[in-house]
């Protein structure tokens, strides 16, 4: 069992970016997570290392030990955190993320009850204190972490994985069959190949086939490398330098005694040091099944490849799989082989799906603040006559101000067509004389007028994606000498989307 210890980094509470708020960033593992609580500003606040976070490498009882740790180092802290990523490996299926949900209720970090809600990188569940939390693979982390929204990572570890995340964030996995199943390329499938491999050798030396002296040189160091490395596993007290047979009843014995995936993984890093030639096939065939799901993921032209995982700290083992990656995946490629911490990757998506909200400027004075307070939100004299020509013209049963993202100021639901009238100075009509900047306190004003810019852009985005049309009519655009064009543009393409 990891023991729990937090770091803390700076905890200036004067520091904190914008408003004091902290996330929380967590790369759960087969044997052991780090946590992280960052600022707003992408500074660490305090750090710590808890046990194992993967129900199926380790267990419910060893993830349910190390949440109880998790909420011990969140304590202090949870009333200033805005949201948390929970990047875990062994998230794949539905009853994965139920699993993980109902272990942090058990454990008082989610509000018991809480339903989960889907995500296109994961689900999302709310915490005892009230923050959201994002339950997302642990293969989505590296992606974010250098610096990319979309693109294919290629995740070898004990396990082994390719994810490829599109640019509206939908997931899609390749390979991934379990540690059982021995993921291709994987710390547990590199360090099985050398168990079986000098498992052979093993049996010709004790059966006598063959003579001990006459053993190929490739075959003795195949199971000397596989010897030292289980020897070191579980500090044996048998010689390094034991005889032949020593060697080979040791191999037998350690296969016979060890059915974990991480016992077998931790095998690979004596694959990726050692120079025997059964040691380089093995090495040479791992990056072509790694650089096969690469290729996979890489179908739907995406052009950036992000290497993460234990194998990938071995330099040589990465430029072997990006040689790899690159002689079946045509046309150029960004490939990457990630060395920052999985929870840099965890913070930035946390970003990306929660933005942090900027702070806002004041008024500069009580009358500029009435005055935005007076401003009237419906019926504003540009939508009255724009209504007033619809129904004229016969376009009448319309309902005002749906419930519909930006609520449209006219809209037939049931077509699912809406006409948005926006103010130009208020909306930023680009290019129109009335999108007038103020000439005092510039900061209050350009700070309000962007957020107005993306809300706008934001409603607009839901609208479509939910299959609205949308007509926008600038208040420029009704002034008298334009109405008339404008309405008659307008209702032509009413009348053929309406039917009437």
Request: proline content about 4%.
């Amino acid at each position: 069992m990891i023991s729990f210890c937090r770091n803390e980094i700076a905890p200036d509470a004067g520091k904190d970016g914008m408003d004091g708020s902290l996330i929380l960033a967590v790369d759960g593992g087969g044997s052991a997570s780090r946590v992280a609580l960052y600022r707003e500003d992408a500074t660490p606040y305090a750090e710590a290392v808890v046990g194992p976070l993967s129900r199926k490498s380790s267990g419910r009882e060893a993830v349910a030990r190390s949440l109880a740790e998790l909420r011990g180092f969140l304590e202090n802290d949870a009333s200033r955190i805005r949201c948390a990523v929970l990047a875990l490996s062994g998230l794949d299926a539905d009853e994965d993320y139920d699993a993980m949900a109902a272990l942090l209720a058990d454990a008082g970090l989610a509000a018991r009850g809480a339903a989960l809600r889907r995500h296109a990188y994961g689900r999302k569940v709310v915490s005892r204190w009230e923050f959201p939390i994002l339950l997302c693979s642990d293969a989505v982390a590296p992606l974010f972490a250098n610096g990319f929204g979309e693109g294919v990572v290629v995740v070898a570890g004990t396990g082994s994985v390719a994810l490829r995340i599109g640019a509206k964030g939908a997931v899609e996995r390749f390979g991934g069959w379990g540690y059982r199943c021995s993921d291709e390329g994987s710390g547990c499938w590199v360090g099985c190949e050398l168990a079986r491999g000098a498992l052979r050798v093993a049996d010709e030396v004790l059966s006598g086939r063959t003579d001990a002296s006459r053993l190929p040189a490739a075959s003795r160091t195949l199971l000397d490398d596989a010897f030292a490395a289980m020897r070191a596993q579980c500090a044996s007290r048998v010689a390094a330098r034991a005889p032949l047979a020593r060697k080979a009843r040791f191999v037998c014995d350690w296969a016979s005694a060890h059915d974990d995936p991480k016992d077998y993984a931790s095998l690979a890093k004596a694959v990726l040091e050692s120079r025997g030639s059964r040691c380089r096939e093995i090495r040479q065939l791992a990056a072509e099944r790694l650089a096969c799901l690469a290729r996979d993921a890489c179908a739907d032209g995406l052009r950036t490849v992000v290497l993460a995982g234990g194998l990938f700290a071995s330099r040589g083992f990465a430029e072997q799989v990006s040689r790899a990656i690159s002689a079946r995946v045509e046309g150029p490629l960004t490939i990457v082989a990630s060395t920052l911490p999985p929870t840099v990757g965890a913070y930035a998506i946390a970003q990306h799906v929660w933005p942090a909200k900027p702070s806002v400027p004041q008024a500069s004075n009580v009358n500029v603040r009435k005055s935005m307070q007076g401003n009237k939100g419906a019926d504003t004299k540009p939508e009255m006559v724009v209504r007033r020509m619809l129904r004229e013209a016969g376009l009448a049963g319309y309902r005002l101000h749906w419930k519909a993202p930006g609520r449209p100021d006219v809209a037939w639901p049931s077509k699912k067509v809406c006409i948005m009238v926006n103010g130009c100075f208020w909306h930023r009509h680009a290019g129109c004389r009335k999108a007038t900047m103020p000439k005092s306190n510039i900061e209050y004003w350009i700070a309000k007028f962007d957020r107005n810019v993306e809300r706008d852009a934001e409603n607009l985005r839901k609208l479509q994606d939910d299959g609205w049309r949308v007509h926008v009519v600038w208040e420029c655009e009704l002034e008298a000498a334009r109405r008339d064009e404008t309405m008659a543009n307008l209702v032509a393409e009413l009348r053929a989307e309406l039917g009437k």
